[in-house]
């Protein structure tokens, strides 16, 4: 199946320095937000109170926010999950009261929306292991970039895709980064998970735009980078719009139907895919073309070896 019903030949390469700059001031606002709001952090990384509770009807969430706010919890994260009888809601920690007086304000501010309501024991996270998962979660983004760099220089013989390549990863999840510090959307494990998974599927798109580059080049190693590197995303953009519309339709409809708890997840994928397909074609591919991408680079020549003369 192909999206468009003729071959497309658009100049993409002739116009890379005007999205160089919107990348640039994407990239910089972006940064920019994350140092000057931060992100709103759950307790998976600061550390706090995880309670779960299921009502006899369908639980109010904005009831259940204002009696803990009433109880003295500042800006308490409540979310439907599951059914709508049952919500989960996050405290930030505070040292001036015990696990057990937590508990108890917790417990009464529950059920002073609903006598009925039944309560899951309380899960406590300390500060010190909400760190040890920002810091698992930094370095496994880092260790990925690392085997991403590794993996694409030895398939391509070149290190000028290969950084291609990890420039557009890098893109991408600083554009949810600070999308989250515009929006302050719950920032939790779900969106680390979600970031992995962007890096994974703007990869692939990268691999595939690379792949029908080598094909290029071997079919005319004398024919021009610039018009190798369009002719080879033109070749792939069908495949692209529809591999990215499909999946936009499912995400699409997580972030629309799936609550406050998936929330956070679908907005990160949602603003993953459109960054990654802007990226595979703006970023890796011409920034590989700006660093001077040759065919001898992908198809280095061969050594030939002098043979000695016979006895």
């Known amino acids: 199946m192909e999206f468009f019903r003729k071959a497309t030949s658009f100049p993409f390469m002739a116009t890379r320095r005007i999205w160089y700059v919107l990348s640039v001031l994407l990239v910089v606002a972006s940064i920019a937000l994350f140092f000057l ?3 709103n952090l759950t307790v998976d990384f600061t550390g706090g109170t995880t309670v779960e509770a299921s009502y006899p009807a369908a639980a109010n969430v904005e009831r259940v926010r204002g009696a803990l706010e009433s109880a003295g919890f500042k800006d308490p994260t409540v979310q439907a999950f599951g059914s709508s009888r049952d919500i989960s809601v996050r405290l930030a920690p505070d040292p001036k009261q015990s ?21 899951n024991p309380p899960e406590f996270v300390g500060a010190q292991v909400g760190g040890e998962l920002r810091n698992s979660a930094i370095l496994a983004l880092g260790l990925t970039m690392l085997l991403v760099f590794g993996y694409i220089a030895f ?26 510090a515009l929006s302050q959307t719950p920032f939790d494990l779900a969106v680390v998970a979600a970031l992995l ?15 029908r580059i080598r094909e290029r080049f071997e079919t005319n190693r004398r024919l021009e980078p610039r018009l190798v590197l369009d002719q080879s995303i033109n070749q792939t953009l069908s495949r692209t719009i529809m591999t990215k519309v499909t999946t936009l339709i499912v995400v699409v409809a997580l972030l629309a139907l799936g609550g406050d708890a998936l929330r956070g997840f679908s907005e990160a994928l949602v603003i993953g ?15 590989a073309l700006d ?6 680079h992908v198809f280095p020549p061969a050594r030939t070896r002098e043979v000695d003369s016979l006895p």
């Open 37 to 39: 709001r931060g992100l």
């Open 197 to 211: 998974a962007v890096v994974g599927y703007s990869l692939n798109d990268t691999i595939i735009v690379f792949d």
């Open 273 to 287: 895919i459109l960054a990654g397909t802007y990226s595979s074609i703006y970023i890796s591919s011409a920034a």
């Open 291 to 296: 660093f001077g991408l040759k065919a001898e």
């Open 99 to 119: 696990i057990d007086q937590v508990r108890t304000r917790v417990e009464t501010a529950l059920k002073s929306v609903d006598a009925g309501v039944k309560i």
């Open 155 to 180: 398939r391509f013989h070149t290190w000028r895709l290969s950084l291609g390549a990890i420039l557009a990863l890098l893109h991408d999840p600083i554009l949810i980064i600070g999308w989250f």
